[in-house]
């Protein structure tokens, strides 16, 4: 008796990607392959730093320490403070060591997708915009630092021992860096807005006073509730504000718009 054949089920049709998916499969491999080589360039220079975790520590403190009192100094609230707080100095300063790598990751991922006149005008201002940061965290670190800390010093009332937490003083030391990092990053930002004509540059010079309230409204929000700190950083914002406004005039936007086809053609 002939043994009757089971049907054969159809075959599952393979689900293939489209040219978009795959595209954007291939930019998160990018991505995640460059993060990882972000980490370990961070991790290598953190590992070679960290047997001097508490002179940089020290030479973040100094500041602080020039301006106690005789026989004043630092105190650690937290049982394991004295170890994580160093630490995260030494990770601070390998993130800015290897920030040229870390920069150069990012481009090379960005790059790709932008066009050659978005090209010639962001890599200047990136560098640009890290050496402002620097030279921001500079003018805190030996104009700000010591203004403030010897102001605070002598309004000390009798009889009162001057002291803080070695985390407090990180956080503040971060706060402050970060502030004033950014306000040195205020002409890019107007140079930005003009040349990409986000916002003319008459409109800007008309938010000159806006400006200025804005300035004091920051510095008296990240620093310290003296009058000197607040004019420290409120200042350099007006004059970093009228700077861009100066710079803007000679990186005029280009008088010819690019075509849907020239931008196609440009890209590279």
Known sequence: MPTASLPVPPRKRERRMSPSEDSFLSHLFELRDRLIRVLLAVGLV????????????????????????QGGQMIATDVVGVF?????????VAFLIALPYVLYQVWAFV?????SHEKRLALPLVAA???LFFVGMSFAYFLVFPTVFGFMAKVAPEGVAWMTDIEKYLSFVMT?????????EVPIVVIVLVRMRIVPLVTLKEWRPYVIVGAFVVAAVFTPPDVIS????????????ELGLLMARFISPPDVELSGSGQSSDKG
Do not use: D, H, N, R
């Open 46 to 69: 953190f590992v070679c730093l960290f047997p001097w975790a508490k002179e940089l520590y020290a030479l973040l403190a100094q500041p602080l320490l020039a301006s106690l009192p």
């Open 84 to 92: 994580l707080v160093p630490m995260k100095v030494a990770l601070m």
């Open 111 to 115: 790059a790709p997708g932008l066009y």
């Open 129 to 131: 915009s890290v050496v």
């Open 176 to 184: 402050t860096f970060i502030a004033f990092g950014v306000t040195f």
């Open 230 to 241: 607040q004019l420290m950083l409120a200042i350099p914002l007006c004059l970093l504000f």
